[in-house]
């Protein structure tokens, strides 16, 4: 199973937390707006989910798709 990525832009004030968390995933543009991987290699998967765990407003959400 692939792991899916949404993040709530709604929600998300920009901490940057994931962006410290899973470098690889989750990145500011040159805007600081959040740009990220909606399906990451699964080498990233504990990254993802620490990613979403110390983001502060909670606003990634985790899932999974079939491959």
Not at 31 to 42: K, M, Q, T
Request: aromatic share 4%.
């Amino acid at each position: 199973m692939t792991m899916q990525i949404d993040v709530d832009r709604t929600v998300c004030e920009i901490h940057a937390q994931c962006v410290f968390a899973a470098p690889e995933v989750f990145e500011l543009d040159d805007d600081d707006e959040l740009r990220y991987d909606p399906s990451p290699d699964a080498r990233h998967d504990d990254a993802v989910r620490r990613a979403a765990r110390v983001c502060p407003v909670q606003a990634i959400r985790l899932g999974t798709a079939a491959p």
